[in-house]
């Protein structure tokens, strides 16, 4: 039985994880399955144990794997002997003892508020399809923090614009309802407007290609990156960029860490402190400047 086969079809249709996600842990299974037959010959799930894990890991690191490249890859081992004890396969999980290496907490990028709202504000973007298209990309993404995969997803009728909300369909198919900014919904009606009679009616997609497809991947980091360009010095312009800097500038005016918490999508709280970090930063630099002894 092809048991790492079982483990990516219980991640895709039990777990429902993303594409993106059930791909990377496939990729890591595949490449410790190869260096087991490697090393030892013909893979046996039974016969690996944490002795023969840290010499995978000591591996790795030979090959310049960053230290967060290496726990991710220890993860899926783990989660695959989680999923073969579940299934009573094997009796333990080699992995569970094991030491990872160190990884330093890298904070994340964001974009200042005043040159985002110069890109929004100040003429950047033309009036024809793609341009506003373009614009209610970067005003999604920035207004509302929702993940890349989650922007892909969207649809025409997931907006409530009475409301000023927007469900989205986030990490493990988990729905949740997003206020967004009110300015959202004259970009909005200006783009299904010029959409419509351009292009067609979409429900396939909500933002689609001058085609009439779907965007893709690509495509949003081409639109984010060709624009944060203008504003941005920071190496990284991603989408995700966008999302850091919608929770930062969220921080940085009050907000409640809980309420950022729930409107990310984050499963636990940890995965939010990381921009306290950031705003605490912030507000050392406005002491380090405003107080006397500072």
């Known amino acids: 039985m092809n048991y790492q086969e079982s483990f990516v079809n219980y991640l895709r249709y039990e777990k429902r994880n993303s594409s993106h996600t059930v791909t990377a842990y496939k990729k890591d299974l595949d490449q410790f399955v190869s260096f087991y ?3 030892v ?5 039974k016969r690996v144990d944490a002795k023969f894990v840290r010499s995978w890991i000591v591996s790795l690191m030979e090959q310049e794997y960053t230290p967060r490249s290496v726990s991710r890859k220890i993860s899926t081992v783990k989660a695959f002997y989680r999923f073969l004890m579940k299934n009573e396969i094997v009796e333990s999980n080699p992995a569970t003892n094991v030491t990872l290496p160190k990884i330093r907490k890298k904070l ?14 100040d003429g950047y973007f033309t009036d024809d399809f ?9 005003t999604l993404l920035y207004g509302t923090g929702i993940r890349l995969a989650e922007l892909l997803n969207l649809k025409d009728r997931d907006f409530d ?3 000023y909300l927007i469900k989205v369909l986030g990490k493990r198919q988990k729905e949740r309802i997003i206020p967004y900014p009110r300015s959202i919904n004259q970009l909005l009606q200006q783009y299904l407007e010029i959409r419509n009679r351009e292009i067609g009616n979409s429900q396939e997609a909500l933002l689609v290609t001058e085609k009439g ?6 495509l949003i980091y081409r639109v984010v990156n060709k624009y944060l360009e203008l504003v ?6 991603s989408p995700h960029v966008l999302r850091h800097s919608y929770a930062t500038h969220l921080l940085n005016k009050g907000a409640d860490l809980n309420a950022v918490k729930e409107l990310l999508g984050h499963s636990n709280l940890s995965a939010t402190q990381v921009y306290t970090h950031t705003t605490f930063e912030k507000l ?9 002894r500072g």
Request: zero cysteines.
């Open 232 to 237: 941005t010095s920071l190496e990284k312009k």
């Open 213 to 218: 497809k779907p965007v893709y991947e690509k």
């Open 161 to 163: 614009t009475k409301g």
């Open 41 to 45: 010959g013909e893979f046996d799930v």
């Open 284 to 292: 050392h630099s406005i002491y380090k400047q405003a107080h006397p």
């Open 108 to 121: 994340p990028n964001f974009v200042e508020e005043n040159n985002l709202h110069h890109l929004l504000d």
């Open 130 to 138: 793609k341009g506003i298209r373009d614009k209610l990309i970067i």
């Open 37 to 39: 037959t490697e090393m």
